[in-house]
């Protein structure tokens, strides 16, 4: 059994260090599909969403009401106002305490997104407890039933 103990210039030296571009390329690989997959996994589903069966919260003795009707008018307490004068409207009713949480209520029949505005002119206006108000489930009538006509 022979073993050379001398070291020859020709013979190649040991590289170490571990070679990286192959899982740089898996890498890239797997963060493109990531990026083409992601916006495909999200739907769009239309909801009917139901009325609520929590037990309602405790009222405050003066509630400040914002409601938007189904002809999209808004309306604080019981008076109606433009949306330019909705902050006006709604600092004269709360003292200009903008800790006071503010009821918003819309009409079933009006878009997702006009209730979505409203709540934004109210946080422009500076009012960031923003409360929605829906029926209690037991009160809500039955949706396939249908409303008695009134008489003039």
């Not at 003066?62 to 604080?76: E, G, Q, R, S």
């Not at 008076?79 to 006006?88: E, F, P, T």
């Not at 006009?114 to 037991?138: E, F, P, Q």
Request: proline letters at 7%; a negative charge; zero cysteines.
């Amino acid at each position: 059994m022979a073993v050379r103990l001398s070291r020859s210039d020709d013979t190649l030296e040991e590289n170490h260090d571990i070679n990286v571009t192959p899982f740089i390329d898996v890498m890239l690989v797997l963060l493109i599909i990531f990026m083409v997959a992601a916006p495909l996994s999200t739907v769009d589903i239309n909801v009917d969403l139901p009325a609520s069966t929590a037990q309602p919260a405790q009222r405050p003795d003066k509630p400040v009401f914002v409601t938007i009707k189904p002809d999209l008018t808004v309306a604080v307490g019981e008076a109606q106002v433009n949306r330019d004068g909705l902050a006006a409207a709604v600092n004269a009713a709360t003292g200009n305490d903008r800790q006071q949480r503010i009821f918003l209520r819309g009409d079933k029949t009006i878009a997702y997104g006009n209730v979505v505005d409203m709540m934004n002119v109210l946080r422009k206006a500076g009012y960031l407890k923003i409360a929605l108000v829906g029926l209690d489930a037991s009160q809500a009538p039955d949706e396939n039933e249908t409303a008695p006509a009134s008489t003039p």
